[in-house]
């Protein structure tokens, strides 16, 4: 009587940008825990391990946190906002509520329409860690901008340069971002977040904010 075929070592999903080196069989080593503060710096100078370690995993405190950030920097780069906290402090705040209520919204929609469009195109990545993880490296990569147009006109060369540095970044990672978490190809990754980096662009990015 013939022995039974070997049984297969667990199957890993591959990460963001390279293969990785065959492992032996057994039990896979635990994973470390993923510290917000790690996610996001790491994003800059180590963005493929950080992809590749923050795969599967939700990140909803760091996306909410850079949310409101990003939309306090946006309310302070706006004229509108100064004369309205001179006439009034208490509308003044009640302004800047509303719109971190719309920045989170908005985050989220940008989060949810991405991971759709991945699994339209055959993609099997989950909702969190896609909307989540989709909404940290978008803020990251627009804070720089953020923090510039605080202090310079928009319309400025440095800043349109910082404008097309970081959100070229940004697409960049949206794309390994995608093609690690839905095990999709290349082309198919960059189709599902084109549509929403380039309405970025438009309308945060390139549109009036003073």
Same mark, same amino acid.
């Given at each position: 009587?013939?022995?039974?075929?070997?049984?297969?070592?667990?199957?890993?999903?591959?990460?963001?940008?390279?293969?990785? =080196?065959?492992?032996?069989? *057994?039990?896979?080593?635990?994973?470390?825990?993923?510290?917000?503060?790690?996610?996001? +710096?790491?994003?800059?100078?180590?963005?493929?391990?950080?992809? $590749?370690?923050? /795969?599967?995993?939700?990140?909803?405190?760091?996306?909410? &946190?850079?949310? %409101?950030?990003?939309?306090?920097?946006?309310? &302070?780069?706006? $004229?509108?906002?100064?004369?309205?906290?001179?006439?009034?402090?208490?509308?003044?705040?009640?302004?800047?509520?509303?719109?971190?209520?719309?920045? %989170?919204?908005?985050?989220?929609? %940008?989060?949810?329409?991405?991971?759709?469009? =991945? /699994?339209?195109? *055959?993609?099997? *990545?989950?909702?969190?860690?896609?909307?989540? &993880?989709?909404?940290? %490296?978008?803020?990251? #990569? $627009?804070?720089?901008?953020?923090?510039?147009?605080?202090? &310079?006109?928009? $319309?400025? #060369?440095?800043?349109?340069?910082? #404008?097309?540095? #970081?959100? *070229? +970044?940004?697409?960049?990672l949206a794309v390994l971002l995608i093609r690690g978490q839905h095990h999709l190809p290349t082309g198919k990754s960059a189709l599902s977040v084109t549509v929403q980096m380039l309405a970025a662009l438009a309308l945060l990015r390139l549109g009036p904010v /003073?």
């Open positions: 009587m013939s022995a039974p075929p070997p049984s297969r070592p667990p199957q890993h999903p591959p990460p963001t940008l390279v293969q990785p =080196a065959a492992k032996k069989p *057994g039990a896979p080593a635990p994973r470390r825990r993923l510290w917000w503060h790690r996610l996001i +710096f790491g994003l800059w100078y180590r963005p493929v391990e950080v992809l $590749d370690e923050a /795969r599967d995993r939700s990140a909803w405190s760091a996306a909410v &946190l850079l949310s %409101l950030i990003s939309g306090g920097i946006g309310m &302070l780069s706006v $004229d509108a906002f100064h004369g309205q906290w001179a006439a009034d402090r208490s509308a003044a705040l009640k302004l800047v509520g509303l719109a971190e209520a719309g920045v %989170l919204a908005a985050s989220l929609a %940008l989060g949810a329409v991405t991971h759709a469009i =991945a /699994r339209t195109l *055959g993609g099997s *990545g989950r909702f969190a860690p896609t909307a989540s &993880l989709f909404i940290v %490296l978008f803020w990251v #990569t $627009d804070l720089p901008r953020l923090a510039i147009v605080a202090w &310079l006109p928009t $319309d400025a #060369t440095f800043v349109q340069a910082a #404008t097309w540095t #970081t959100w *070229g +970044f940004g697409y960049v /003073r």
